[in-house]
């Protein structure tokens, strides 16, 4: 048994020798690096999810609803509702986090010979799932301030004809949101290459200073909206994710979904969820708050920070992150590296949590200088 590892196995070539996504699971006090909502759930929402798991329990020898229309339903409300603009339940889908729902997506749009493009830094699954569907990934450039250089994006675009087009807005790790404008150049240029699909994943939107991208749909049906209940609504643990886009992608992605994807569990959980949407969504405001605390206090003791419109905040320059990354650590406070060259990211938390963090960082810098 022993001494066999992954490339002793017969896996597909493009996996060979590659990591898997891996946010380090430390047992710290305060761990700021997922990127989720530091607030558990309410008792009165946590006693709703369990009448609704029992009654759905009773029903656990079925399989559930296989297009989980009652939550599609919910979930159009609640977009319609915050989006300013109407969603119908033909118009939504749902799966176990948004991963699964951008996994669908490149099943059906992308897949062996076709590529996908994003532009990065950014968030690294969507490379990791293009390879696992096989679809070729491209890497798009970003301006130095981390916002999307247009005029490269669109030549990138020409030049390589992608068949998948990803614009995350708020962007991770960045925190960077993206212009409308900028949304409708970049679709209109992948549209021109060939048409291809293009997903705006707004995982973070409901901490943005800008309104959802959601109304672009309209008219657009190459263009998918994916969201998340992982981060506003504090349901990480939950897996639910979800898109609006036009019906016929919808009705497109039922091409690839394994039947029954989403357990009756989950079903009754979100619902459940959803029916709390406004005291879930009051902590968002809190969060924003705090996001925007964390920005100005990390100014104040003399770090660099890109403007945030999500619950994170990135922060450096130093000459080797990881290093700081681990000096952090060491102190307790568990954030992330992501990789950018000179830069961590920081998830905003509780004020307690914040404050220690702050404070880890303040004396870092003290012992530098
Ligand atoms: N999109 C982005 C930009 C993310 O940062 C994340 C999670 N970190 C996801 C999608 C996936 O979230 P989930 O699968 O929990 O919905």
């Given amino acids: 048994m022993t001494n066999i590892g992954i490339d002793d196995l017969p896996v597909r070539d493009e996996l060979r020798g590659k990591s898997p996504y891996g946010a380090p699971q430390l047992d710290t006090p305060v761990q700021l690096n997922t990127n989720e909502n530091p607030y558990p759930l309410p008792e009165p929402l946590v006693e709703r999810i369990a009448e609704r798991v029992a009654e759905a329990a009773r029903g656990l020898n ?5 297009d989980a229309v009652e939550l599609r339903t919910e979930l159009a409300k609640y977009l319609t509702r915050s989006g300013k603009h109407p969603v119908a339940v033909e118009n939504v889908w749902a799966a176990n986090g948004s991963n699964e729902v ?12 076709r590529t996908a493009i994003g532009f990065e830094p950014s968030y690294s699954m969507h490379a990791l799932i293009a390879r696992g569907t096989g679809t070729g990934w491209i890497s798009g450039p970003r301006n130095e301030d981390f916002t999307i250089d247009l005029a490269a994006a669109e030549q990138a675009i020409a030049e390589h004809a992608p068949d998948v087009v990803f614009i995350t807005s708020p962007n991770n790790p960045t925190g960077t949101a993206v212009a409308a ?4 150049a970049l679709y209109e240029a992948a549209q021109a290459a060939k048409p291809s699909i293009v997903i705006v994943d707004e995982a973070y939107v409901e901490f943005s200073h800008r309104d959802s991208l959601l109304p672009l749909i309209e008219g657009r049906p190459n263009l998918v909206v994916s969201r998340t209940m992982s981060k506003a609504f504090g349901a990480a643990g939950l897996r639910l994710g979800y898109l609006a886009a036009h019906p016929a992608v919808v009705d497109a992605v039922q091409l690839v979904r394994l039947p029954y ?3 009756a569990v989950t079903q009754a959980t979100a619902l459940a969820a959803l029916e709390h949407t406004d005291t879930l969504l009051g902590y968002v405001e809190q969060l ?8 100005t206090e990390l100014r104040a003791i003399g770090y660099e920070v890109t403007e945030s419109d999500a619950n994170f905040v990135q922060f ?7 290093t700081v990354w681990q000096q952090i650590l060491d102190r307790g406070v568990l954030v992330r590296d992501n990789g950018v060259p000179g830069w961590l990211r920081v998830t905003a938390g509780t004020p307690a949590e914040n404050d220690a963090f702050l404070d880890a960082v303040r004396q870092l810098k003290k012992e530098q200088s």
Avoid: A, N
Wanted: glycine letters at 10%; zero cysteines.
């Fill in 181 to 184: 404008e900028t949304v409708l």
């Fill in 288 to 295: 924003k708050q705090e996001r925007d605390r964390l920005v």
């Fill in 261 to 263: 994807h989403l357990s």
């Fill in 102 to 113: 951008i996994q669908q997506l490149l099943q059906t749009f992308g897949g062996p010979g």
């Fill in 316 to 322: 450096g320059r130093f000459e080797d992150s990881h």
């Fill in 62 to 66: 079925r399989y559930p609803d296989r």
